[in-house]
C-alpha cells in the first residue's frame, strides 16, 4: 500500500538519529507499516541502516537476535553442538501466516513490538525465555523478558520513542528439548493457538499458551508436571479470547488437549 501521507525518509545510523521528530515513526520490515493507511504519519526512520548483526553469539554461550534480522535468516540458524532446543526456530517462523516474500522482509523486532496475540517471534521468544534489550527515546537502555511485553491483543509496555534493539536466547534455554504446536481454524490460516512445552537439563518444565491468548501465558514447573496439574493449570489460565479465528472456550480447550500431547513428547526425554 502507498503511504500518501508520507513527506520525509531518513536513515538511522547513531543512536542520534533515533530520535524521532513529530510525525516520524521507525521501520523495519515495513510489513505492517505499509499493510494499511498511517493516517498522521509523515516522516520514516530507516532501521536497516543500523547495520545490526542479525545473529550473535553471546560470552554465556547464548544466542542475540538483532531486531532487524528477518524471520527467513532465522529460519536458516544452523544447529549448534548441544542444541536440542533448534527445530523451535523454524517451527515458529513457519506458524506465521506469511508468504516466502514476507518472510524475506518482516523482522523479529517489528514482530515482537507489533504484539498482536499470533505474533510468532513472541512464541519463539516465549518459549526459550528470552529477554529484550530496550533503547529508550532518553538515551538510556533497559531489559525485560520478551513474555512481559504485549499486554493485549496489539498492545504492549513499550513507550513512544522506545526501540528494540535486540533479544538474547539463554545458553540453558537453547540445550533443552522442545515441543511445539499450532492450531488453526482452516488448514492455511492465522494461528489460533500456539504451545510450546520446554525440559531443561536441570529437569524444570516450561509450558507456553500464545495466540490462543490476548498476551503470553508462561508455565513453570520445577519438573515435568503430571497431566492432571497441567491440564488444570491450561484450562485455568487467563485471557483466553473470542474472534473470528476461534472461540474462547475453543481456545482454551484446544490449548489444554495440545499441552497434553506435547507433556507426552517430552516425557520421553525425563
Not at 515458529?92 to 506469511?98: D, K, W
Not at 493457538?193 to 524444570?204: C, I, M, N, Q, Y
Not at 497441567?230 to 472461540?247: F, I
Request: net charge negative; glycine share 8%.
Amino acid at each position: 500500500m502507498d503511504l500518501n501521507t508520507i513527506e520525509t525518509w531518513r536513515p538511522a545510523r547513531t543512536r542520534q538519529d533515533l530520535v524521532l521528530a513529530p510525525g516520524e515513526v521507525f521501520l523495519g520490515g515495513g510489513t505492517w507499516l505499509y499493510s494499511e493507511p498511517q493516517v498522521g504519519t509523515t516522516g520514516l526512520v530507516d532501521l536497516a541502516t543500523m547495520r545490526w548483526p542479525s545473529v550473535e553469539d553471546t560470552p554465556s554461550g547464548g544466542l542475540r537476535i538483532g531486531a532487524t534480522c528477518t524471520v527467513a535468516e532465522l529460519s536458516r540458524i544452523r544447529r549448534r553442538e548441544g542444541w536440542a532446543a533448534h527445530p523451535v526456530f523454524f517451527q515458529a517462523a513457519s506458524a506465521l501466516l506469511a508468504s516466502f516474500k514476507i518472510w524475506n522482509m518482516m523482522t523479529v523486532g517489528g514482530n515482537i513490538c507489533r504484539s498482536y496475540a499470533a505474533a510468532s517471534m513472541v512464541s519463539l521468544a516465549v518459549a526459550l525465555d528470552a529477554t529484550a534489550l530496550i533503547w529508550t527515546a532518553d538515551g538510556g537502555e533497559y531489559t525485560i523478558p520478551v513474555a512481559d511485553i504485549p499486554t493485549g491483543n496489539g498492545t504492549n509496555t513499550l513507550a513512544e520513542g522506545d526501540v528494540l534493539r535486540c533479544i538474547d536466547i539463554p545458553a540453558h534455554a537453547l540445550r533443552a528439548h522442545t515441543g511445539f504446536r499450532k492450531m488453526a481454524l482452516v488448514e492455511i490460516g492465522r494461528s489460533a493457538a500456539v504451545l510450546t512445552g520446554r525440559l531443561d537439563e536441570s529437569g524444570a518444565a516450561v509450558f507456553t499458551i500464545t495466540a490462543a491468548t490476548l498476551r503470553p501465558v508462561v508455565l513453570r514447573y520445577d519438573a515435568l508436571p503430571t497431566p492432571v496439574r497441567l491440564r488444570e493449570d491450561a484450562l485455568g489460565a487467563d485471557g483466553y479470547y473470542t474472534d473470528p479465528m476461534g472461540s474462547a472456550d475453543w481456545r482454551r480447550a484446544v490449548s489444554a488437549v495440545l499441552l497434553a500431547e506435547i507433556l507426552e513428547e517430552l516425557q520421553a526425554w525425563n
